[in-house]
């Protein structure tokens, strides 16, 4: 009965949905529209919500009536994986998708604020298409309210590796950002539709990005942490095609937020702005093809539906044609720009914005590549970690180089040496960082360069924060304190990817790997640590069995302990490990638990690693975040005053 | 005694005796893909047929050879698929022009809009941010 319910809910979401669209778009303005326009959107979003709490309510109960809580549920998993398993399949993701883009649209509906009412009702109908394309896609292409007759006793389970915390996060973060990214490109199309950009256009622009920004940051992070620790290998991140998917869009959302800066600031780059809008959304379509279509041979790749991807496909052609048709006709008529020096803050963000599209681009690029070839005839081939690190890895480094000077240049016209004045000590910092990792490292020039940049960066920041504090009157405290919040967001997100660009030049460069057969009692000597297997044997979870290794590890006299586990899921074929992890500020000592060397013997095979400065890549990504969370209470106390 | 042979030969297979020539095979472990997985390298699979490639890329190093040889020996049983470093040949020249034509575009652009704003008088804007 509740799935009846669901599935009429979300069928009646998707009327209301076409109305919202035709009330903003098609028919004429009026009061009495833009009312109904306003219910249709909320009455949507409730439908939405209730369609997916009833699918939310079939994993708990674990109603095997239902084709996705059989293939996707178990009555042994716990209740928060029961929960999470909702989103952790296709269908219930699609569905998931759904539900954000029809919130996004009754927050834009209720939330006009001081945006001009033709280009804001046009957004709202965008909008109302957006999650209706969604609604059909889910509806028709990937029902999650399928029956399945009879229904079996007992569900095939959730995959296990799947089945932990920050997965269980990951996907609605994601997802967050992804949609969110739609309500930018509702807007840009509103623009387009007007044949006009105002500032009040972009200031309504700004948070829906920035917010987009922020999970994407958040969701990859946790996806990339999730890998670090649960994949038992010590990486975090492969340049695997759907990491490339969700990381173009990222890359796209970080330029529009810098870009849409500019245009509320100045009035400038309207044009570049909202076709940037249209890409990154284009990009976040994508990246749901990419990941749903089954066109990538990846774990990612539950949806082995060709009918699926061109589905998803006809939507991209349609958004993006949609898109670039009204940017081609309507371009010129969008606000003229006002003039800036090529020493200024305009031009440092258009710099800003040339590393990060030609980024996204050469990413697009290599990881379409392999398709392309092999739609041609040219064979199968890789396109892998080698290619990007040498073309993505050396263009951020070149952006990060002058990022520190982009927030100490004034609009309009700035001055480049006293910029330089006053950032001396970071590039002091830097240099120091530089000497020494090359001598530490016998001139490995590489990883000390980005060490060097990371700390270019992260010094960069502070200087910064010293230069705005200077500026400010009063005792220290009340400098601090006078200080605005969008600074501390700057910093913050800027201090941000100097501590990421660290840990991850820190991990790849330096990391050290070792296997090792071990007894229990046997002692190794591993990265400046004594690891010592204490005991083996085998322990039993909630849903699986698994065999247990504990560790103690040696440093300097401070002795710890430590476990890792290898797990047997009695629904799944291979073993999944659970790693031992020990935290120290120069970096993790990871152990995985591998096979016994050999049958019958008490030996078994050790995976050390050691990853130095790991932990900084996700203070990094947390520092992100925090400084894109900062940035959006910002502009939305800034909106909520008068 | 043969507890302890086949724990060392178990051992061989797995790491290289000099750390020198580890760290190569380590590097190269990163590089090549494991044939049965989806999108993992050998160093990340935990598949019996990545560790034989494991063991195999240990033992064209402890042969000899070069890393280039090494990438040759898998790319001449499993095609050119196997590696993630992608060939240099006709089928990718474009990818690898692509970011030089990338790069050379948006510079085009960003000379074009920085022609565009260059006004005269230009003061400087004080103020916030």
Redesign the interface.
Known sequence: MITEIGAFAAALALALSVLQGALGIALPRSDANSAAMRVAALAGAMLVAIAFAALVVAFVRSDFSLAVVVGHSHTDKPLMYKIAGAWGNHEGSMLLWCLVSAVFAAALAWRRGAQDEGLWRRAVGVQGLVTAGALIYTLFLSNPFARLDPAPMQGSGLNPLLQDPALAAHPPMLYLGYVGLSVPFSLALAALIEGRADQNWAKALRPWTLAAWTCLTLGIGLGSYWAYYELGWGGWWFWDPVENASFMPWLAACALVHSAIVTERRGSFAGWTILLAIIGFGLALLGTFLVRSGVLTSVHAFAVDPRRGIAVLVLLALALGAGFGLYGWRARTLGRASGFAAVSRESMLLWNNYGLAVAAGIVLIGTLYPMLVEAFGGGLISVGPPFFNATVAPLLAALFLVLPFGPMLTWRVGDLAAAARALWPALAAAVVTLTATLIASHGRAAPALGLAIGVWLVAGGLVYLRVRLRRGEGGPLRKLALLPLAVWSMSAAHIGAGVLTIGAVGETGFRSERAAALTPGESIDFAGRRVTLLDIGAVEGPNYSATRADFRVERGGEIRTVSAERRFYPTAAAPTTEVGILSDLDGDLYLALGEPAERGSAAWIVRLYYNPLVQFIFYGVLLMALGGALSLTALLRRRSEP | MS?LA??VS??AA??LGDPALEARA?ALD??I?CVQC????I??S??DIAASMRAAVRERIAAGDSDDEVRAFFRDRY?????????FDP??W??WA??LA??AA??G??WT??R?????D????????
């Open positions: 507890v086949a724990v178990a051992l797995a790491t380590l990163q590089e893909r989806q999108s993992e390298p160093a990340q935990t598949s095609g050119d698929f196997v590696l993630f470093r992608p060939p089928r990718t474009a990818l692509a970011p990338l790069l948006g510079a652009a960003v809009a920085q565009r704003g260059r006004g005269s230009l003061q400087p804007e004080q103020g916030e941010r």
